[in-house]
């Protein structure tokens, strides 16, 4: 099948759970439900968008750095205001095509500094490898700190499949779900062994490898002071957008760092689903629930999810288009300073 055709499909596809899971949201809200969730928007403080703002800016910032700091070994050094302006548009592109941004930070940065496209794809698979290294860092720490809430909400979640509907302990259900995740990881090792050669396992087995080397990629660095403090950083104006983001609800104002940790990490894996539009549909879910397991009201959950989705979206969509006029200037400006 033509890649076109099998992108737009995929695309489609996404698209169309985005809109699904918006609809699974908000299918039993009741007139009560609308009124809570209408209030809260009302009642919320609409200036504290202003300092989340401020710590994605600062976040997108300090990536920008790391980036540069994952060229060192290259040989290259763009120019820090060129290397944030792709980064914010790469964020916008986002909102479009998942994944679709970090090709073209790649290809804006070439354009604009001499550093060929395709010696940047590296440094994303790096970028990327240390996420995923500080995302799992985060669960841990979560799971760590709210062991008796995660425990307990997990705890009644599975109750719902393993009981009957009269409460019983169903002994058949667990043998049947063990039998079914016993045929799953049988099936997955069955498959990855017979088509070892394929396309598609090699492509996975690719993207693993790629991790890892982007992770151990890290000792080449001069800086890696430097690299492992702006992912820090990165990681701590996320966990402070989110603290900022509860006290902008007064439904929300009573939650603190570790309610912030448990958004933050299921926020984080809404986002990995490649939905359009920031993890439309996904990201308001996933917080819901999260919400949830800390007593909070499922229309109120639903309201600070679509708050916080609707602040990173717009911020994307404003900051990169902001990135994308000024990107131009600036470099004609510094072309007409050279030249003189």
């Not at 700091?69 to 120019?79: A, F």
Request: charged fraction near 15%; proline fraction near 3%.
């Amino acid at each position: 099948m033509n890649k076109k055709i099998l992108s737009v499909l995929q695309y489609i596809l996404f698209l169309g759970l985005s809109i699904f899971l918006v609809w699974w949201s908000v299918k039993d809200i009741s007139d009560k439900g609308w009124d809570d969730i209408k209030n809260a928007f009302r009642n919320a403080n609409y200036l504290l968008i202003i300092p989340v703002m401020i710590t994605l800016l600062l976040s997108h910032y300090s990536r920008a750095l790391r980036w540069r700091i994952l060229m060192g070994p290259l040989g290259y050094k763009p120019r820090v205001f060129n290397t944030y302006m792709a980064v914010l548009i790469g964020y916008m592109a986002n909102l479009a095509i998942p994944r679709l941004g970090e090709v073209l930070k790649c290809t804006i940065l070439a354009r604009y500094e001499k550093v060929p496209a395709d010696k940047l794809v590296g440094t994303i698979v790096a970028e990327r490898a240390f996420d995923v290294l500080c995302l799992l860092l985060v669960i841990v720490i979560t799971i760590a700190t709210q062991a008796d809430v995660i425990g307990g909400y997990l705890s009644v979640e599975l109750n719902k499949i393993v009981q009957t509907k009269a409460g019983a302990f169903s002994t058949t259900r667990i043998f049947i779900l063990l039998a079914i995740l016993l045929v799953a990881v049988t099936a997955v090792v069955i498959v990855f062994k017979k088509f070892s050669h394929s396309r598609f396992i090699q492509k996975i087995k690719t993207i693993f490898q790629g991790i890892w080397h982007g992770i151990t990629s890290v000792r080449y660095l001069k800086n890696k002071g430097w690299f492992i403090f702006h992912t820090l950083f990165i990681w701590t104006m996320y966990l402070l957008s989110v603290q900022i983001g509860f006290w902008a609800m007064k439904e929300t104002a009573v939650y603190s760092i570790p309610q912030a940790l448990s958004v933050l990490t299921m926020g984080s894996l809404a986002m990995i689903v490649p939905a359009p539009g920031a993890g439309l549909g996904v990201y308001a879910l996933f917080v819901q629930n999260t919400m949830l397991a800390y007593g909070l009201k499922e229309t109120l959950g639903f309201a600070f999810g679509q708050l916080m989705w609707s602040v990173q979206f717009f911020f994307a969509l404003i900051s990169g288009f902001i990135a994308l006029t000024l990107l131009p200037y600036f470099n004609k400006s510094i072309t007409v300073n050279e030249k003189s």
